[in-house]
């Protein structure tokens, strides 16, 4: 996971591999070790004069564009088009001239935080990179002499929601993988795979999309085959689960709660949809070749051996959690909702902001499907708790839950479950603030609806700013001070219209699911 980011500019590059002619036109692109550059325009957000920035040309195909290839003596020159017939996004795109937020990796460039190399915001080759989207990811800075920007990643940096199997393992070059193990993870049984069969099975694996995922070790069955791979000197080891997933660090630390220890991971796993066969097959005939004796494929069984330490399941110990942009003290809070499942990774540059009436609901639904299902991963394990509590509390969706300006399903769910409603015009407005009365209304619903038993039958009002909260938020107001799940802003004022934010909304979700 340790990648150096970089931009190079076109002076740079004239004096080094690649030179653009002078009369070339704007938004030709060229070709190096498999990564497209792209002739960007301005970077003004950072200061920074022209710029080339990698693109992968596999990627840009993906996401609907035409990629036509030019070769000379001196380069290879790929024109890029779009081909709105073979986009498979609905997404408009934006008007040229809107910023678009832009990061990259060693190997991708990702626009608008969203998945690697989406490049319907690139017109004609020009992309503007904001300096604040770069310090996220660490402390950035610009050399004069080499005129190159660069970024040290620090501890705690975000994890990219989508990216290829090779960048999700940290693994850069795939001539570098030399030796490589199959273990079955019950029986222990192991058998070290020969190179030529462990590169068909990379080759199948190395540029599969995969897709962030938060979930503890327990969400998935991971007592099948795992294979363990290293680098020449054996200096660095992948593995790879029987699931296909990649553990890429912690997400928070580990801490008890519910009578257990509680330690959540970030994943990477591929991608939903049939292409996944292909990683299946690849795998069975890694099993057939040399743990299981079939007729399918040749057995080398000779290749088997005695399990070792060596063997074993390596867990990265990088927290990728990212809290830098919280308040202090509501770092250690965060920390531990993560690790007890009740986190959404999106949040992690919004905390010290007011919370949406959306994100609200997106926490609140986290909440509840960990109170009926703790180990639920954060993509199908959810959904499937939710289905779960929806059947044993005997919820009825319907069409009287539709808001006419919200699709969200969650939003649905929880407002047939009586925790949610909308602004009593048919509107939900999810893009609106949450006030402080109103999550503790919110609050007081969630506690309800889960059955808590130290919700106070005789709370009382304690806030000299008593009158300002509104009739229907009083009794709740009380019920969450009394808990100890929401205080005031100080011991006398509760202050009910202030807007609430991501940080004190992640602490009384942490203090509600403590309680339960």
Known sequence: MKKILALFTMLFFSFQIFAFAEKQPVGETIIKDNMLF??????????????????????????????????????????????????????EVPSNNEPVNVYTTDAEVYIDSDVPANVFELENGTVVVQSDELAKYGTYGWNTETHQISITLKDGKAALPFQPFHNAMGADNINEIKHGVIVNNTE??????????????????????????????????LSGNYVKFWNEDKSQAYIVYSNGGIIAGKYGGAYESHGATKQNYVWYLPILGNSRSALNSAD?????????????????GNKQREFTLNDDIEIPQDNLLYTDTASNWAKNEIDKAAACNLMIYDLYEKYTKPISRSEFCSLTYRLIATEFSPYSDSRMGITQAMERVISEKNVVISSTNDFSDCSDERVKTLAAMGIISGMGDGTFAPDESITREQAAAILYRIAEFLGNKTIPTDAKMLYTDENEISDWAKSSVACMNGMGIMNGIS???????QTYTVEQTVATMLRLYECN
Not at 40 to 66: M, R
Not at 491 to 497: D, I
């Open 38 to 91: 792209i002739n960007g325009n301005s970077i003004p957000a950072a200061q920074l004069p022209n710029q080339f920035v990698y693109v992968a040309v596999d990627e840009l195909e993906w996401y609907g564009f035409d990629v036509d290839l030019k070769e000379t003596n001196e380069k290879k020159i790929y024109t890029v088009k779009r081909n709105a017939e073979k986009r498979i996004f609905p997404e």
């Open 284 to 300: 069975m005939k890694l099993n057939f070749t040399y743990l299981l004796e079939t007729n399918e494929v040749e057995f080398k």
């Open 188 to 221: 222990k049984k192991c058998a070290d795979i020969e190179y030529s069969d462990l590169r068909e099975w990379l080759d199948i694996y190395w540029n599969f999309n995969y897709e962030r995922v938060i979930a503890p070790l327990e969400a998935f069955d």
């Open 491 to 497: 011991e006398k004022e509760f202050a009910p219209k």
